[in-house]
């Protein structure tokens, strides 16, 4: 008996993508580019781990394919990312003539095609591309709203009695962020936890 | 008799980058990021020869200065950059969390800080550094002006008769960009003709 199988969309693979990066510490955003039906480009925020405040997913995609096809102007190619892309990516997206994005969740906060500035529509973008959004809106959402809940719980305990972890640190021959990731098996946490939650999270708990 | 020597400032080094950039057939845009009074990135465009439409200037420096202080935010280092930054670059220096941003012309078309979507006044920017325009601007805004101006010249003659090169590459080991090169030392000359001057500047000359 022969079933169907079901195929993957280009979305879902942006989502596996982000769903991997969530594992390994970064922002759960995947983004694939694709031509004549083809994924030439698959990348998820890499920031934390690169070292590298450029390196959201879209930008590290449009550099793949370009880099790929021998141009710097991706004109017949679409780009599929799980959230609302930024100031900066699409600023990225037009200089690279991106043909069609599909973007999932939206982004009041940070986004900038149907929030923040909405550059597709500003007078000083000078290449618009087709614009569909809210694609697997709920699956991207989801991932990201795990993401920084998980982070939430992890913070108030690690920063509990101000640093727990220097006083062990000391006696370690691991930095605490490498510790955290030992004694919580999740790497990258513990820097986060000091640097992007609100200041409330890090006041000591009675 | 001890005389006193003049010293580059950061924007004179930036000048420089765009300078030879220029040179190559790049856009003349350069940056160079300084923390404690000392260098610690310097850039220019590079979308040409990369094939990356991400590689202005202000990127290639942003991503070199976080490499080497091995952190995404650079929150004690001030970035100087021959032209206005653009709506992609202006979004990266905030993410960067840079703390000062000096830049030389201004670019009413493509800009993003005192022109466009003018970024870092809008609601959705979260790092706002301080700015300071117009340092270098008429050295910044000559070297623009002077590289336009040669490929406005070229142009027509490498377009008269729709394209005369074509015959000769059909003849050549050469694609017809690199034959370009060879007969105008110009690397990257031709196809920036093709591609990004004003339908106009194709029109076979009577």
Redesign the interface.
């Known amino acids: 008996m022969i079933r169907a199988m079901s195929v993957p969309s280009f979305m879902d693979l942006a989502l596996m993508a982000a769903a991997e990066a969530g594992k390994s510490g970064e922002v759960p955003v995947g983004c694939v580019i694709v031509r004549n039906q083809e994924v030439i480009a698959t990348a998820a925020n890499r ?2 781990a ?6 959201h997913a879209e ?1 590290l995609a ?2 793949e394919a ?2 790929k ?6 004109i017949d190619c679409d780009l599929y990312v799980t959230l609302e892309p ?7 997206i ?4 991106i043909r069609r994005l599909y973007f999932g969740a939206t982004d009041p ?4 095609v149907e ?3 909405r ?1 597709f529509d ?5 290449h618009r591309p087709e614009i569909y959004s809210a694609i697997g809106e709920s699956a991207a959402a989801r991932l990201l709203h795990e993401f920084f809940q998980e982070r939430r719980q992890w913070a108030p305990r690690l920063s509990v009695a101000g640093d727990p972890l220097k006083p062990l640190a000391a006696a370690s021959p691991y930095a605490p962020s490498k510790l955290a990731s030992l004694l919580t098996g999740r790497p990258g946490l513990y820097e986060k936890s000091q ?1 992007d939650l609100p200041p409330a999270c890090f006041v000591p708990h009675p």
């Open positions: 920031t934390r690169d070292h590298d405040p450029t390196a930008i449009l550099r370009a880099a096809i021998g141009s710097e102007r991706l930024c100031t900066m990516c699409a600023g990225a037009s200089l690279a003539r906060k940070g986004g900038a929030s923040g500035v550059f500003a007078l000083s973008c000078h640097t």
